[in-house]
């Protein structure tokens, strides 16, 4: 929101008579587009685009083959271990000497460059999430050469390792299995461009946001933000403007601000008046109390709405500016209170005063090269988020602040962030140059970003409360205190400070995981930051038997969990060579990042399934992926249940589970790895089951000592009357051996609770001649009108034990109703995981992976581009358990 402010109003004052005598607003210039790019000896030369970064400059002009083909990650190390220039000339696009100061501004530089105009150097950076301004004003010409001098972030990150001599500050390195770069922790840039468990190593350099000539006389606009507040006393909401800028006159600047939301009837005019130097304008708009006022609500909670708000600045001389922006309402409160019955505290968040059940993800960089993410691609996968029922993303703290987009689009939709500060997995250096390049970050990152009424948290850090706790680093003891106080000083006693003093509106977390309150009564680092009677947990476990629900936390708040997959075959297809196309290939080794990763999904998968077995290797590799997929999908489909049924109970002193956000919502590349959308945006089984498992009104069924459970889980906001159906099969007949109607079933709004029971042995006997492996228990709930819950099942044995399952005979007719196409299914037996797969053809299923028990199931694609019927024909494949043996 706030780049489209700042552009339209660019656009308002631009230029406007800078070339006549006195210019009153501000002139901008942007320097996008083709710059000469070349390395650091001059044997590559090159046009490159900014923004953009060198890697994609290279492929662009065919120097390179795709990155992410095959092993090109490891090919393609010499380009960060290089120097390279960004260079142009520029012709000032006014006449400099009448304006008072020229300044270079960089939304963004990744991430060690010295910049030059006119070979003076005007400036240093070195951090990738700060903004720079630098003045040119003594320097710019009429025509005028600018040069970036990267200096490799890799070399950069050893040399101030190197130089932190006191101690050393861990981990140097990443497992090996990462095949990456060290010291990511000495150096303010995507942690994770250095490697990750999911995720290559590209360290990029390039100029990787706008870039552009400011020129103005007088003042200048920096920052604008909104943050509404609600007065109860008062009952009133009020909408605090800051706006902070830069003042050149030596004299203070009067002005006249008028406010005007007309929808909310309100319109306000204030005097001001600006000191020289940073000037800061702190106005309070009280919203007309007549009008009501519609606040911003999650989605599956009410809508999104925001009111179109206009600023328009009078500031003396002709100097006006006008603001058009969305005024949000919504109030958010991060709880932790006692809760009876139970030692702890609560962690919930309550928006506009409800309580709120977190439903999502977690979000990584959506590509290794920022400049590649288009708009289109943000938009794809943030609409594939609330489409699978979520509610709220954790954008984590190894990536990057997203880019103003994306949290434009999560407004609109309605998804919660949960924003880390960009620090994961390690320790960090807190010397006098490094916290001083951090509080810029920081302050920056909340004025950027504070606006939007998504963000419902900030959080220090990713798991670095945990690796101290957990001593992760092997750090022996009596060396332990200068890594607290580190910790101290870079999470509490500057981002928070920072935090608080820039943004009083939303809570504020040191770490994920951690104790809340009680991490901060221990010093801010808690012994076990993974307990469950306080704060959110991290949880993984590969080698347990992820159905069974007893093996996971009864957490206050479950932010990470997960389990890995491959991605499908035509997404891997792009990377790889037909010698790659088995699970055990280089290629699938190379990919897995995450130590012993293919194991465990062998291990975890044949808990339950028998392993696929073929002799031909391509349809063994498929059906591996397929297997990984559906292992995958029922491992976090157990586990979130478990997590959303255990929101209204407290048992031996747990429970009252108010959020689940497994790990990990996107991919960065085509690789193995937790997340449930591919690298593309192709949805894996996960993510389908995720619609089902995060739906509005669910029923879970687990066993707990022989005897059936089923709950009823509702995020509805009023209490409602439901009918829950019951059905047993046999596996090897879709005619149910029994049925059951449980009437009169009432669930209170936003709860979870038991409603039914009955000993599985019951069940059996009054279900014919069922036995555990005979079996299949389904159910769902129906209320009033169109309300009911997606259907669900409870498996009564894996399925490598199940007797009576068939391979069915599986069909598919296409037919197109408008946009749309109904793929009709027919089968011949009841059908496990049935998966239709149309290869590269974007867009997605209303349902897929699901469990067919009726002979006929009608099946809807949603095309993401337009298609042909005949592509869609030839595309399809249909897979189903039985199949992959
Ligand atoms: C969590 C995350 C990431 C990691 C994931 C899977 O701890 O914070 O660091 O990718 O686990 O290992």
């Not at 030059?116 to 070195?126: A, C, M, Q, S």
Request: charged fraction near 20%; include cysteine.
């Amino acid at each position: 929101m706030l780049r489209r402010l700042l552009l339209l109003l660019l656009a308002a004052c631009g230029g406007r008579g800078a070339l006549s005598g006195s210019p009153p607003g501000p002139a901008g210039h942007s320097l996008r587009g083709s710059w000469r790019l070349g390395n650091g000896d001059g044997s590559v030369v090159l046009s490159g685009d900014v923004p953009g970064c060198v890697h994609t400059a290279l492929l662009r002009q065919g120097l390179i083959q795709d990155p992410y083909y095959r092993f090109n990650d490891l090919a393609y190390r010499w380009i960060s271990l290089d120097n390279w220039t960004y260079s142009r000339t520029f012709k000032a696009p006014f006449d400099v000497s009448k304006w008072q100061k020229v300044n270079l501004v960089f939304e963004g530089v990744d991430t060690v460059a010295q910049i030059l105009i006119n070979n003076v150097t005007v400036g240093r950076t070195d951090n990738m999430f700060n903004r720079y301004s630098f003045d040119i004003t003594s320097v710019i010409k009429e025509v005028n050469f600018i040069e970036v001098r990267f200096l490799s972030a890799i070399s950069y990150a050893a040399e101030q390792s190197r130089s932190h001599s006191a101690y050393s500050v861990p981990p140097q390195c990443p497992p090996p299995v990462q095949k990456g770069e060290c010291h990511v922790n000495f150096i303010r840039k995507e942690q994770c461009s250095f490697s990750w468990d999911w995720g290559p190593s590209f360290p990029t350099q390039g100029i990787w946001k706008d870039v552009r000539i400011e020129a103005y006389n007088l003042c200048h606009l920096i920052y604008f933000t909104l943050t509404p507040s609600y007065v109860k006393s008062a009952q009133q909401w009020s909408l605090e403007i800051e706006s902070v800028f830069d003042v050149v006159s030596s004299k203070p600047v009067v002005g006249l601000v008028t406010v005007n939301i007309p929808k909310l009837q309100t319109q306000q005019t204030y005097t001001t008046e600006l000191s020289p130097g940073e000037g800061r304008i702190v106005l309070l708009v009280n919203i007309n109390k007549s009008a009501t006022v519609q606040t911003w609500w999650p989605s599956g909670h009410g809508n999104q709405t925001g009111y179109d708000m206009t600023t328009t600045f009078n500031m003396g001389a002709g100097y006006k500016i006008e603001k058009f922006s969305k005024a949000y309402f919504r109030t958010v409160e991060l709880v932790e209170d006692p809760i009876p019955g139970s030692p702890g505290l609560s962690f919930y968040f309550r928006i506009n005063g409800l309580p709120i059940f977190i439903k999502g993800s977690n979000w990584i960089p959506a590509d290794s090269f920022q400049d590649r993410v288009s708009s289109d691609m943000l938009k794809l996968i943030l609409q594939s988020t609330v489409d699978a029922n979520m509610n709220a993303l954790r954008v984590w703290g190894g990536g990057v602040y997203e880019q103003d987009e994306f949290y434009d689009i999560c407004d609109e939709l309605g998804i919660m962030i949960w924003q880390d500060f960009m620090f994961a997995c390690a320790l960090y250096p807190t010397d006098q140059n490094y916290l001083e390049s951090v509080r810029a970050e920081v302050t920056h990152q909340v004025k950027r970003l504070k606006s939007h009424p998504c963000i419902i948290l900030w959080s220090g850090n990713n798991e670095n409360e945990a690796a101290i706790a957990g001593n992760w680093f092997s750090i022996p003891h009596v060396e332990m205190k200068v890594y607290l106080k580190d910790y101290v000083t870079l999470y509490v006693k500057n981002i928070r400070e920072i935090v608080l003093a820039e943004d009083k509106s939303r809570p504020y977390i040191t770490s994920s995981p951690t104790n809340g309150k009680e991490s901060v009564k221990k010093g801010w680092l808690s012994p076990n930051p993974y307990d469950t009677h306080y704060g959110d947990t991290h949880f993984y476990d590969y080698l347990s038997d992820c159905w069974n629900w007893t093996v996971y936390p009864k957490t206050r708040f479950a932010s990470e969990y997960g389990f890995q997959s491959w991605p499908s075959f035509s997404t891997l297809e792009k990377v790889s060579s037909t010698e790659d196309w088995s699970y055990t290939s280089n290629f699938s080794l190379h990919r897995q990042h995450h130590a012993a990763g293919n194991d465990q999904m062998l291990h975890q998968a044949g808990l339950h399934f028998k392993l696929p077995w073929n002799t031909d290797p391509l349809k063994l590799f498929k059906d591996t992926i397929y297997l990984t997929q559906v292992m995958q999908a029922q491992c976090i489909k157990a586990e979130t249940e478990f997590y959303r049924r255990s929101q209204s109970e407290i048992i031996n002193g747990e429970g009252r589970t108010m959020g689940s956000l497994y790990w990990q919502l996107n991919d960065i590349w085509q690789a193995p790895s937790w997340a449930s959308l591919e690298y593309g945006g192709k949805w894996k089984m996960l993510h389908y089951f995720a619609q089902h498992f995060f739906a509005p009104l669910l029923p879970v069924g687990y066993e707990d000592d022989g005897v059936l459970y089923i709950y009823g889980v509702s995020d509805l906001h009023s209490d409602c009357e439901l009918t829950l159906q019951v059905s047993v099969h046999q596996w090897s007949s879709m005619k149910p051996v029994c049925t059951l109607a449980k009437e009169g079933v009432t669930l209170k709004a936003g709860s979870a609770a038991p409603i039914y029971k009955e000993p599985i042995n019951d069940l059996l006997k009054r279900c014919g001649n069922c036995t555990r492996q005979s079996c299949v228990v389904t159910f769902y709930l129906m209320g009033k009108g169109e309300l009911r819950s997606p259907g669900n099942y409870h498996f009564l044995s894996s399925l490598k034990d199940a007797v009576g399952l068939e391979k069915a005979q599986l069909s598919a007719t296409i037919s197109q109703q408008g946009d749309l196409y109904a793929f009709v299914l027919q089968t011949t037996a009841i059908t496990p995981f049935v998966w239709l797969d149309v290869g590269n053809i974007p867009g997605r299923f209303n349902d897929n992976g699901f469990l067919m028990t009726e002979k006929r199931k009608v099946v809807v694609f949603y095309p993401w581009e337009p298609i042909r019927i005949e592509e869609l024909e030839k595309s399809l494949s249909l897979t189903s358990l039985m199949d992959i043996y």
